[in-house]
């Protein structure tokens, strides 16, 4: 079965453009997790969805920041405008209600850099 | 306050040897989870071993063991014979449950940087 899918793996832009980050949870997973990893604040949470429901947006940095889940197979997580401190790599992640352990599998990341 | 500790910035480790990583935490729920991930330097998260508060057994996944010790808080991560492809971050996890809802996050450690020689 196919992991957690993230697209694109590396985004490199100049400030004040928009970033569309994409992602394709695990088939039959019903929450999606949105993360941001720096060296200076190590992983973050930005929002979670269920059942294509966001349920707390409370790590999203700013208004720039939005994320949508349309769909049970497909979230994006956008930033507009971008600024250099946006920089960072952006994590995806999804599980299954059903699971015991409520385990979180991640997909590979997208790097974001912008300039 | 710190819920997730990992003492160990960084570890160098020689090949074929067992490796021990610290992790503590804190938390006032009886149920609870804890988790751990490996990060290579590709950067993916990958999902290793899960330890549930009321699980009897410590959890065992392949070469990699949690010693779980409830009392004192602790879930350290054993890899026994150690891989040079084991070189990466390791994050200890703690599944807590939110007080609004019946939903969970995660709360992270920061990480272990492992290293590997041959």
């Known amino acids: 079965d196919a992991g957690v899918i993230q697209s694109p793996r590396h985004e490199v832009t100049e400030m004040g453009q928009e970033v569309t980050l994409r992602c394709k949870p695990i088939s039959g997973h019903d929450y999606l997790f949105w993360y941001r990893q720096t060296m200076m604040r190590g992983l973050e949470l930005l929002i979670y969805f269920n059942n294509n429901v966001p349920i707390d947006d409370s790590g999203m940095p700013e208004d720039r920041f939005s994320a949508k889940m349309p769909n049970a197979s497909f979230s994006t997580l956008k930033i507009q405008p971008s600024e250099p401190r946006d920089s960072a790599v952006y994590f995806c992640a999804s599980r299954e209600r059903g699971d015991r352990t409520d385990t979180q599998y991640f997909g590979p990341g997208t790097r974001l850099t912008v300039l | ?118």
Do not use: H
Not at chain 2, 8 to 29: I, R
Not at chain 2, 35 to 53: C, D, H, N, R
Not at chain 2, 80 to 101: H, I, K, N, T, W
């Open chain 2, 1 to 118: 306050a710190q819920k997730i500790t990992q003492t160990q910035p960084g570890m160098f480790v020689q090949e074929k040897e067992a490796v021990t990583l610290d992790c503590t935490y804190d938390t006032s729920d009886q149920s609870y989870g804890l988790f751990w991930y490996k990060q290579p330097s590709s950067g993916e998260m990958i999902f290793l071993i899960y330890q549930g508060s009321y699980d009897e057994q410590n959890a065992t996944e392949g070469r990699y063991s949690l010693n779980f010790q409830k009392a004192r808080k602790s879930a350290n991560l054993v890899i026994s014979a150690s891989q040079l492809g084991d070189s990466a971050m390791y994050f200890c996890a703690m599944r807590e449950v939110l007080p609004m809802d019946s939903n969970y996050q995660l709360i992270w450690g920061a990480g272990t940087k492992l290293i590997i020689k041959p």
